[in-house]
């Protein structure tokens, strides 16, 4: 399967980062990389490099490669070694802006519904977690019901407070999901690579 489209950065063999952007093309052992931020001022033909591409299912991959150019922009690549191929779901996460509500809170007798429900702004998300913003104050540990209509199809959440912090004049919570069974996990997982391939194409046909 290939890369087209997924994340990319590319570092020196001394862990310098010298370009972050996306996978433009991708064929058998070469890899063009559109960088949205490029530093590589002084790559030449032949030099070697580690590329790092966030991949879909498989995750993390990180190869040896060759430098066959380099310009404002992109990096062409060539002789790709896998070195590592990680499976990171929960790391990997999205940001977004996507209004939902919640409807009740989780208490001690079950879920007690809210009314009227409390209005979020989704901020970010991953396949273990997400990031919303509302203006309602909550403490730590306190779970909510969301039902997250975003992915293919719709799925309800439990999610936990385990972090806040402010963004401007809203309070911002950071959530773990919680009790989700694999068909959610993996239906969130698919929303996140959609989301990220989505929006790197926006990018792309921006430039």
Do not use: K, N
């Not at 309602?136 to 999610?159: I, N």
């Amino acid at each position: 399967m290939g890369h087209e489209l997924d994340a990319c950065r590319v570092h020196g063999t001394d862990g310098e980062l010298l370009a972050d952007g996306f996978v433009r093309e991708h064929e058998g052992g070469t890899l063009v990389v559109a960088a949205e931020r490029f530093s590589g001022r002084w790559l030449e033909e032949g030099d070697p490099v580690v590329a790092h591409v966030l991949g879909e299912v498989s995750g993390q991959c990180t190869y040896d490669a060759v430098v066959v150019f380099a310009e404002a922009g992109r990096v062409g690549l060539r002789d790709l070694r896998l070195r590592e191929r990680v499976q990171h779901r929960q790391a990997v996460r999205v940001a977004v802006e996507l209004p939902h509500r919640v409807t009740a809170v989780v208490g001690d007798d079950g879920p007690e519904p809210l009314d009227p429900p409390l209005d979020v702004v989704v901020i970010d998300v991953s396949a273990h977690g997400l990031r919303f913003r509302c203006s309602a104050e909550m403490e730590l540990g306190t779970r909510l019901v969301l039902r997250f209509t975003a992915t293919r199809t719709p799925v309800d959440l439990v999610v936990e407070v385990v972090r806040h912090q402010t963004i401007r004049t809203d309070d911002a919570y950071g959530c773990r999901i919680v009790g989700a069974p694999e068909r959610v996990t993996d239906e969130l997982f698919r929303f996140v690579l959609d989301e990220q391939r989505r929006q790197l194409a926006e990018r792309r046909d921006a430039r």
